[in-house]
């Protein structure tokens, strides 16, 4: 028998069966029609930096005074690493935090700012230097776009818009006169607003229709001051499975002021147990990756909903609060979040990703929590050291997609198996562009090797080189005294024989590959 029907029986009997009877397992991917496949929007790779324990205080910001090395009191290191990630922009202040600030405590002179209590992370009184000015600059030193999450909960119409025309104003006018005298002629032109942060709980507790109303009071007003045409408002999303939320949204607000509904969706072992970041066991690896794949169903029947309100998929779906919630490493404040991050993240954030990328029709921006030392962070700070954790490597690895051409595949995989329960072991993405083909891939097996046949025949690729993100352990980690323990190495398990080809992917790991 040819050698890929045995392959496909033997996809065929592991599905059928749900075994997992070997250590060496297969999996097959087909191309599917690439007629009227969307371009991933490079938002998907965005970040979220939230004055939240120690992210910004004591993350990116040292102040200018520091020791240790930095641009405008924003450390170097950390700076460099973000620009090597791509990131394509990044949300602030917040997360529950949007909603208690009030920018004008955060212009002017550092040592006129009021003080101000954090009151949702960690009661830590915060001395507002880190500000509007502060952040927008360092974007532009990134090259990233900001987001801004304004204050709906406990602010105004007036303070929201005085905002807006503080950052983006170019004429004359009370706030471009004040963004002026604190030493910035040039308007930054901020396109991204989310209007408030989860609404329904820290952001105000409010009904969905109760929001849906102050949305459409708020949108009325947003300008950006110059008809530019670029404002892109961003209504504050769903919890998690909470579809009437959504359906609320699409129904009460006028197509005319809104570009974007948000959704918010952790990955855990239970809510009210977390467990150690990286101290876990395969049964709360197995719960953690359950609702990490759960991501799939959820931006699938949200966007169901969407199709219903706005079938030419003009409002886009914007996952901006996502990734791994782990209990906090031990002997650092509750209410600071921080958390080491292990090849589970890694896991969480391969599958993740490949799910934004093949719903990427309507999912056109997400937003990773957080960037620096809070749940699932790309980098880590200890003083003066700094580390990149897992996930910045899987987010290194996959900026191949951004703004690529999505290539629609089909996943025909094994099964993870834990007990009676199941989850496909196999994720994927791929995508074109500049001439080169990239496909993601994620194994989530504990234990088994997993060989997946992609017939790439149509695409006349000729050569091909990939990456690997893998280890021992699954709760291995970077640390401060071993910070490469994991890394993107180079990878040879592959072959590519008459237009098909075989990647055999050890258990937990990451690949991508590059053709052309
Ligand atoms: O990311 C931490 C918090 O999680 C955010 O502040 C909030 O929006 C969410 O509940």
Known sequence: MHKKYVALLFTAVSLVTGSSLSAQQKSTITLASQENAPTINKHIYGHFAEHLGRCIYDGFYVGEKSTVPNTNGVRNDIIAALKELGIPNLRWPGGCFADTYHWKDGIGPKDERPEMVNQWWGGVTEDNSFGTH?????????????????NVGSGTVQEFTEWIQYVN??????????RKKNHREKAWGVNIWGVGNEAWGCG?????????????????????????GKMFRIASGANVADYHWTEVLMRDIPKNLIEGVALHSYSFVTWEKKGSSTKFDEQQYFTTMQTALKMEEL?????????????????????????????????TNPGFLYQQNTMRDAMIAGTTLNIFNNHS????????????????????????????????????????????????????SPDYKFGDKTLPAISASASAKDGKTHISLVNIHSTDKITTEINLESLKLKNFTAKIIS??????????????????????DFKFKNGTLSVTLPPFSVVVLEGK
């Not at 104003?169 to 004040?178: A, E, N, Q, V």
Request: charged share 25%; glycine share 6%; aromatic share 10%.
């Open 471 to 492: 280890s021992g352990k699954l709760q291995d980690h970077n640390t401060f005294e071993n910070p490469n323990a994991i890394t993107e190495k180079e990878f040879k």
């Open 299 to 331: 931006v699938t029947k949200h966007t169901e909903i969407m199709d219903k309100y706005d079938p030419a998929k003009k409002i886009a779906l914007i996952v901006d609060e996502w990734g791994g919630w782990y209990d906090v490493e031990e002997g």
């Open 204 to 228: 105000g507790n409010m009904t969905p229709e109760h929001y849906a109303n102050l949305y459409r009071q708020y949108a009325t007003f947003m300008s950006d001051w110059t008809n530019s």
């Open 169 to 178: 104003h170019t004429g004359k006018s009370p706030m471009s006169d004040l």
């Open 361 to 412: 029709d309507r999912v056109r921006m997400a937003n990773l929590a957080q960037t620096v030392n809070v749940l699932q962070a790309v980098i880590l700070t200890k003083g003066d050291k700094m580390i990149l954790t897992p996930t910045y490597h899987v987010m290194h690895l996959y900026k191949v997609h951004q703004d690529a051409k999505l290539i629609p595949i089909k996943v025909a």
């Open 134 to 150: 502060d952040f927008l600059d360092l974007c532009e030193t990134l090259g990233t776009e900001p987001y801004l999450a304004a």
